[in-house]
């Protein structure tokens, strides 16, 4: 079993910054993709960015000239990096894992339980 543990959240005032941590650990043979989510409590959870084993990187919103998505596969770690942040950033960021748990390649498909930003005006 995999676990994925956030850190980072907070509170930050509008053009701060913020960095978000998500550790992996468990039965992990290979991770293949990481990714940061995001969602306001009443709806959907959004795609903030992905990272694939390869170094390809996806933001498909607008988010890409504020925040960075980076790991450290030493530590199994991936990191949202938000720069000027806006009031509207303001949401619970999940991250999300997906790999491989043994060298079956049986995978796996892992949910944080979320932090929280909130970005004051």
């Known amino acids: 079993q995999v676990q994925l543990v956030e850190s980072g959240g907070g509170v930050v005032q509008a053009g701060g910054s913020l960095r978000l941590s998500c550790a992996s650990s468990?039965?992990?043979?290979?991770?293949?993709?990481m990714g940061w989510y995001r969602q306001f409590p009443g709806e959907q959870r959004e795609l903030v960015a992905t990272l694939t084993i390869g170094g390809s990187t996806n933001y498909p919103n607008s988010e890409k000239s504020r925040f960075t998505i980076s790991s450290d596969s030493a530590k199994n770690t991936v990191y949202l990096q938000m720069n000027s942040q806006k009031p509207e950033d303001t949401d619970v960021y999940y991250c999300?894992?997906?790999?491989?748990?043994?060298?079956?390649?049986?995978?796996?498909?892992?949910w944080g339980k979320g932090t929280q930003v909130t970005v004051s005006s």
């Open positions: 999300n894992v997906g790999g491989f748990w043994n060298n079956d390649y049986n995978s796996f498909a892992a």
């Open positions: 468990g039965s992990i043979f290979r991770i293949n993709s």
